[in-house]
């Protein structure tokens, strides 16, 4: 009798599955059309992935983790079988306690997990498809690789860059799709589906997380910890498909196993596309060395990370003509990345125990020569800090009051700091140690000098710190978070410091708010305390008519964690007194910036997303192409992103006699190029030695052709680290010291100004991390990296690095902020 019971018991359960399966609708039949046919909105896409939840509770579970700015939904499906799904919560756990991110597991878990992630980019739109496909392939074709392994699909990591794309080509292809390459069809608009709403790159963004999609994505990745993480994306539409194993150089933190996996994975896909005859590449042009990418971030969490490229990008469409004359289409495209979506599944649930054997080694950090980082400094900038390391769960914790030795960032050589209860340590011995390396190591090593992307980031360096790198561990303790004060004693005027991104947000507010604010263009003493340059002064009397001023200026300190000091009276302890002309009110200006064909992209978003998401500040986008239109004595300042300005060569006097009249002029990067060697600017390009070029030219002409990548590496700066010097009397360089570590892109070179203020600028080449050829290095010696340019009432300030690149210098924002409310503020 119980034999026929568990028969029956059997039967029922076969025929429930099998009723599941039947249920299970492909792509194409849910859409109404053949994937690859056309390209599915994002809102069809999710309903897909909702359709096979529903029919499927069993196999998938779907979870909403966030929206875009534009407010599209994110969401991850996990799949797997039956018995893991029941047990999902336990197999998460038991591969976090696995990498010591919990209490230990009562056994090691054999359950390979596995994440994919589509679309980081959005015009690269046949990734999306190819998850819908691989989504009904593992659950109709390949069950049997579920039984020990979790697959995590993410569709699209940006659903705002996607549907930009994908609405775009819907309104201008021909039909039937034509696969003429200069085709309308083929020719995207500026700026392009790629980046997200702020036209950020998500794919540069893992590590920063600067941006919304990311942050909320960082929260449920770190939740699961997956053992191998998959980006897929397009290229070129005449490159054959690439996957691992990565190019050159990797991180030194990068261990064996992960590398050797990554040839094994190649190996595994390569059988499949030798099966169909399909062209492929490995181990070029994508390393694995910039820490924010999605296939380095994963990485250095001890994933396998890795990267899949597909030829098409914007310019594919349904279908293109290559240079090789062959048709490249969509359904091409999808099926490459979906085979290798489920190659990758099938290695890993064939490897699952070792892939969990090594994920647990690779989180003992006891080997580590650097045992603490020890950062000191602004109190702000610490917070900002400790805020990131939040995101990625890193621990850290107060130093003691002691002195600790080890190698200084600010010298770059072996030095002691004293320490003090603002002082955080981040120690390499705990489980995400590997990554704290990464992220705090001064200059990291460089194997091969030929890099995709910055080859510096330490956050030190970033944030603004002095630090030590120390090869003992640290004594800590933990610190109560100290917090303004809850009420305002009356006084005759507030005060606050001036030297970080919050005090930044913090006049914003006040501004906006129609709170009349001072600034002070000296140092100053009162009421005991001793302020400098640009420090903020909030004056009763500026602000008669603003009601319950105290309880506003409560309010917006503890948002903002400034501090505000009182000052009793008018007359100072010491010179200037607050009547005095270096006390200035800031006229709250009228901010505009150039958009549109020929400004970077990247550069503008950068700007948008630094005054609408950081200093929260208004912003008005005026369209390039519109330039002799425009009444520009609307606006205070404008600024200029990275761009190609030469529409302007022949108007340019309109964009003086503006200045002239009072404006403010902000040029970033290459827009400082419509200024450079212009008779009405003092901008001069930095030219190299003409008898020592020459002589150069001649021997580069010899060089061999396959040497020649390596020669014209001498002359690039990969995003690098160099000490500049500043004259922080100059209000671009309040609230900054006399020393800035920039972040250099590029070897663009301008002479010191003969008729203007050299505010930043090099003495000499010294890098302290990251790569600079060695002619890059000599060009740019004794050269203008920040300036002021007076013209009539109004100056042109130029931005020769990029101060809010990526969003992620945090120490550069501010000079950004000096340049909108301080600079010239009175317009003499």
Not at 394 to 419: D, L, P, R, W
Not at 566 to 586: C, E, N, R, V, Y
Not at 633 to 638: A, C, E, K, Q
């Amino acid at each position: 009798m119980q034999k026929c019971f568990s028969i029956l018991l059997f039967s029922f359960l076969i025929a429930g599955f099998t009723c599941s399966a039947q249920d299970l609708q492909s792509p194409g039949e849910f859409l109404g059309y053949q994937i690859g046919s056309q390209f599915t909105p994002h809102h069809k896409v999710i309903s897909y992935f909702k359709s096979v939840a529903n029919s499927n509770p069993k196999q998938v579970r779907l979870t909403n983790y966030g929206k875009t700015n534009e407010h599209r939904d994110l969401y991850i499906a996990v799949i797997s079988s039956p018995e893991n799904i029941q047990n999902l919560e336990s197999i998460r756990q038991q591969n976090l306690a696995n990498a010591g991110l919990l209490e230990e597991a009562n056994k090691t878990p054999e359950t390979a997990i596995v994440w994919l992630s589509y679309n980081v980019h959005g015009n690269e739109a046949s990734a999306t498809e190819a998850s819908m496909q691989t989504l009904y392939k593992i659950l109709s074709e390949k069950q049997d690789w579920l039984k020990n392994t979790v697959v995590i699909i993410d569709p699209c990591i940006n659903p705002d860059g996607r549907d930009r794309y994908v609405n775009w080509y819907n309104q201008h292809k021909s039909s039937p799709y034509d696969v003429d390459p200069q085709a309308r069809e083929h020719d995207e608009p500026w700026p392009g589906g790629r980046p997200n709403h702020y036209l950020f790159d998500l794919n540069r963004d893992w590590m920063w997380a600067t941006q919304v999609e990311t942050q909320q994505r960082l929260k449920i990745y770190n939740d699961w910890m997956p053992h191998i993480h998959v980006d897929f994306h397009e290229q070129g539409i005449d490159d054959n498909y690439y996957f691992a194993p990565a190019a050159k150089p990797f991180h030194g933190i990068i261990t064996p196993w992960q590398e050797d996996f990554q040839t094994q994975i190649g190996k595994n896909h390569a059988k499949y596309f030798d099966k169909e005859g399909w062209l492929f590449f490995t181990r070029e042009r994508f390393d694995l060395f910039y820490p924010s990418y999605g296939d380095t971030y994963p990485t250095y969490m001890g994933a396998i990370g890795m990267t899949y490229e597909q030829a098409g990008h914007g310019r594919a469409g349904l279908g293109i003509l290559t240079k090789e004359k062959d048709t490249l289409t969509l359904k091409d495209r999808l099926t490459h990345h979906t085979i290798a979506s489920l190659s990758t599944v099938e290695i890993a649930s064939k490897n699952a125990i070792k892939l969990n054997q090594e994920f647990k080694k690779y989180f003992n950090n006891d080997d580590q020569n650097t045992k603490s980082y020890v950062i000191k400094g602004n109190t702000e900038k610490i917070d900002q800090l400790k805020l990131l390391l939040d995101k990625h769960q890193i621990e850290y914790a107060h130093a003691v009051n002691q002195s600790v030795s080890g190698y200084k960032y600010s010298t770059g050589q072996s030095s002691k700091m004293n320490v003090d209860e603002n002082t955080i340590v981040v120690q390499t011995n705990q489980p995400k140690g590997k990554a704290v390396k990464v992220l705090f190591e001064p200059n990291a090593k460089l194997e091969d000098s030929l890099t995709y992307d910055i080859t510096a980031w330490s956050l030190p360096y970033a944030y603004g710190l002095e630090a030590i790198a120390s090869k003992k561990e640290v004594n800590t303790q933990t610190r109560e978070k100290s917090s303004p004060s809850e009420n305002l004693e009356d006084a005759f005027a507030y005060v606050c410091e001036w030297n970080s991104m919050a005090d930044a947000k913090f006049l914003s507010a006040l501004l906006n708010h129609d709170i009349k604010v001072r600034f002070s263009q000296k140092p100053f003493q009162s009421n005991g305390h001793s302020l400098n340059p640009g420090a903020l002064i909030i004056a009763k009397r500026d602000n008669t008519q603003s009601e319950n001023l105290n309880l506003k200026l409560v309010e917006l300190s503890h948002k903002f964690n400034v501090q505000l000091k009182t000052i009793k009276s008018g007359f100072s302890d010491a010179i200037p007194d607050l009547g005095s002309s270096d006390i200035q009110l800031i006229h709250t200006p009228k901010v505009a910036v150039f958009t549109g064909e020929n400004v970077s992209s990247l550069s503008y978003g950068e700007v948008w997303h630094y005054f609408e998401q950081q200093l929260e500040y208004p912003l008005t986008s005026l369209n390039l192409s519109s330039f002799n239109a425009l009444d520009l004595d609307r606006y205070d300042v404008i600024i200029m992103p990275s761009g190609n300005y030469n529409s302007l060569a022949e108007n340019i006097t309109k964009l003086e006699e503006w200045v002239k009249a009072g404006g403010r002029l902000i040029g970033i990067q290459n827009a400082l190029d419509l200024f450079a060697n212009n008779d009405k600017f003092a901008l001069q390009s930095k030219k190299s030695n003409s008898s020592e070029s020459k002589e150069n030219d001649e021997k580069n002409n010899l060089i061999p052709y396959a040497r020649r990548e390596r020669q014209y590496i001498s002359n690039l700066i990969t995003g690098a680290v160099f000490k500049i010097e500043l004259d922080n009397t100059h209000p671009l360089a309040f609230g900054f010291d006399k020393q800035y570590f920039s972040l250099k892109l590029s070897s663009s070179a301008y002479k010191y100004l003969d008729n203007g203020n050299n505010v930043g600028y090099l003495k000499d080449n010294n890098v302290f991390s990251g790569f600079a050829g060695h002619k890059a290095k000599d060009k740019i010696e004794k050269t203008l990296v920040f300036g002021e340019e007076r013209k009539g009432r109004g100056s042109v300030i130029y931005f020769v690095d990029n101060v809010l690149f990526r969003a992620f210098w945090e120490n550069g924002k501010l000079f950004m902020a000096n340049a909108v409310f301080f600079v010239n503020n009175d317009g003499d």
